[in-house]
């Protein structure tokens, strides 16, 4: 059974740093694109990063390029996202997701085909 668990969120106030983790089981993702989501409450969820299979390509939405980080280890099944200079408007339950077709770069929830179950952010003005 495939399962993407996510660590690392908490309550933190604006300015703080938190890091991210999401270890993979069940099979290895090291060939696959993997990515960060986030859901703010009343929002549709949305496409905070993504990193293909080497590490050889990253992407960003808009309002977390320069302070977010993606990263993986592949020894270790496992992706991680470093946010730095959290706002308020980055509270949100954010979720880890991968991809077992493609191995480049993907921005769409659609393909991705497995998510963990989030893990909540809440960061206080």
């Known amino acids: 059974q495939v399962q993407l668990v996510e660590s690392g969120g908490g309550l933190v106030q604006a300015g703080d740093s938190l890091r991210l983790s999401c270890a993979a089981s069940?099979?290895?993702?090291?060939?696959?694109?993997m990515g960060w989501f986030r859901q703010a409450p009343g929002k549709e969820r949305e496409f905070v990063a993504g990193?293909?299979?080497?590490?050889?390509?990253?992407y960003y939405t808009d309002s977390v390029k320069g302070r977010f980080t993606i990263s993986r280890d592949n020894a270790k099944n496992t992706v991680y996202l470093q946010m730095n200079s959290l706002k308020p408007e980055d509270t949100a339950v954010y979720y880890c997701?991968?991809?077992?077709?493609?191995?480049?770069?993907?921005?769409?929830?659609?393909?991705?085909?497995?998510w963990g179950q989030g893990t909540q952010v809440a960061v206080s003005s």
């Open positions: 990193i293909s299979w080497n590490s050889g390509s990253t």
């Open positions: 069940g099979r290895t993702f090291s060939n696959n694109a």
């Open positions: 997701a991968a991809s077992s077709r493609w191995s480049t770069l993907r921005i769409q929830g659609t393909e991705y085909n497995y």
